[in-house]
C-alpha cells in the first residue's frame, strides 16, 4: 500500500518535471525579453536622446522628460512579467501562448525602440515652436 502510494507520488513528480523540462517557459522567456528591451530602451536614451538634448543647447526640461520616460517604462515591462507569470500556470494551449507571447513582444519591443524615436520628435517639435 505505502509503496503503490510513494510510486504515484513519484510518477507525479516526473511528470511534472518532464512537462517543465519539455514545456517552453514563457514567463522567463517574457522576462528576457523585458530585460533586453529595458537594456536597449535605455543606451537608446543614453546615446541617441542624450546627445540631441546637449548638442541643441535646451533648458533642463528634456531631462526631466528622460526621468519620466524611464519611469513609465519600468512598471510596464514589470506588468509585461507579471502577466506572463500568471498566464504561463493558466494552461493554455502551447500554440496560443506562442501568438500571445509574440504579440506582446511585438508591443514590448516597439515601444522600446519607439519611445526615444518619438521623445526626440516631440523635442524638435517643441524647439520650432520655441
Avoid at 23 to 44: P, Q
Wanted: glycine share 4%.
Amino acid at each position: 500500500m505505502v509503496a503503490a502510494a510513494s510510486r504515484k507520488t513519484i510518477s507525479k513528480h516526473h511528470a511534472r518535471q518532464d512537462m517543465r523540462n519539455s514545456g517552453i517557459r514563457w514567463d522567463k522567456k517574457m522576462s528576457n525579453n523585458c530585460a533586453a528591451a529595458l537594456l536597449v530602451y535605455t543606451m537608446a536614451q543614453i546615446f541617441f536622446v542624450l546627445s540631441f538634448i546637449e548638442t541643441k543647447g535646451m533648458s533642463i526640461a528634456p531631462y526631466f522628460g528622460l526621468i519620466l520616460l524611464v519611469a513609465v517604462i519600468i512598471p510596464f515591462c514589470r506588468k509585461f512579467e507579471k502577466r506572463w507569470s500568471d498566464m504561463s500556470s493558466a494552461g493554455l494551449s502551447e500554440q496560443s501562448l506562442a501568438a500571445k507571447f509574440r504579440s506582446d513582444q511585438v508591443i514590448l519591443w516597439s515601444l522600446a525602440i519607439g519611445l526615444p524615436i518619438v521623445y526626440i520628435a516631440l523635442i524638435k517639435a517643441v524647439a520650432t515652436v520655441l
